[in-house]
């Protein structure tokens, strides 16, 4: 049966430059076109961690003016959407098929209040010395943090996502049966002043972002995609269990039991579980990109519903 799936794809699987991203792209599209082969619906979304890491890097130049981090992820979006839709376009036309792929330079709705704002926890940029990084902090007002012993970093907030402002504008794509690419990064974070939308120095989870663009577009499917086959409880360790088919009340049990590390599978559970108890009939898939076709077909993976 068709499946309308969003695909969550992380930011680590497209490279850390222009020229690798383009190669890993090819290798990613491939499983992505299985599942258009088989007649899904499909939107994707991806992280931009590296990519707008580099790119607020090369900005960090006294002889470049400098360019605010919203602009860094919007320039990120353009880029990875470019070297995406040509490489599932490239793998479509390969096969025969023709469905047309769009990327949507998407902004995502966050809560000025969000107390994220005033805890920023998510590194950017350069690595600086105690001395330089105090000085930033007097001329900027950016808020500098040590970093994992390497040095003083920017660090910014990551506030949890409210809306798509672009979600008739995707929602109308995927109806005329294109592949749509969005949120990109976790979509470039804006707050609403009336009629305006202000960009913020933030970075929202491209987690939660699919996840509200998945409840969005009414989808079957939300799959995020990891390093690993299956969600494991203790990772790891010799008692080692790896999930099968969960359900949301087992989820919630399991996170509060601390099962799950916060800075890597915590958000993608969490997202998991939010988009499976959102509505009857809806399922969340963990899994790596090899397994993804697999997964729907519930040969393996994590799938978690009510």
Not at 55 to 84: K, R, T
Not at 204 to 221: G, H, P, T
């Amino acid at each position: 049966m068709k499946k309308r799936i969003v695909v969550a794809l992380g930011g680590n699987a497209l490279g850390n430059n222009a020229e690798e991203q383009r190669e890993l792209v090819r290798q990613t599209a491939v499983p992505i076109v299985d599942l258009i082969a088989e007649g899904h619906e499909l939107v994707l979304a991806h992280g931009n961690g590296p990519q707008v890491g580099m790119i607020n890097l090369a900005f960090d130049n006294p002889n470049v003016p400098p360019m605010p981090f919203p602009e860094c992820g919007a320039m990120s979006q353009g880029y990875i959407g470019y070297h995406l839709q040509n490489a599932i376009r490239e793998e479509l036309l390969s096969r025969g098929l023709s469905h047309p792929v769009a990327t949507i330079v998407t902004q995502v709705v966050v809560d000025i209040e969000d107390p994220a704002f005033q805890n920023p926890t998510k590194p950017i940029g350069s690595f600086y010395s105690e001395e330089k990084a105090k000085e930033i902090a007097k001329e900027t007002g950016f808020v500098m943090k040590e970093d994992s012993g390497r040095g003083y970093r920017r660090v910014v907030a990551s506030p949890k996502p409210i809306a798509v402002v672009e979600d008739r504008t995707v929602n109308a794509l995927i109806e005329a049966g294109q592949v749509v690419i969005t949120v990109g990064g976790g979509g470039i974070p804006v707050i609403r002043q009336g009629i305006h939308l202000e960009g913020v120095a933030a970075v929202i989870d491209k987690d939660f972002a699919s996840e509200v663009l998945a409840e969005m577009v009414d989808a079957d499917y939300l799959i995020i995609l990891t390093a690993v086959e299956k969600v494991a409880l203790n990772f790891g360790k010799k008692d080692e269990k790896w999930l099968d088919h969960v359900t949301v009340a087992e989820m919630e049990q399991y996170m509060t039991e601390g099962h799950f590390a916060p800075g890597s599978m915590l958000p993608k559970v969490e997202a998991s579980v939010a988009f499976a108890k959102s509505k009857e009939g809806r399922t969340a898939l963990i899994t790596s990109l090899e397994n993804a076709r697999d997964g729907i077909a519930g040969k393996t993976g994590t799938h978690i519903s009510i």
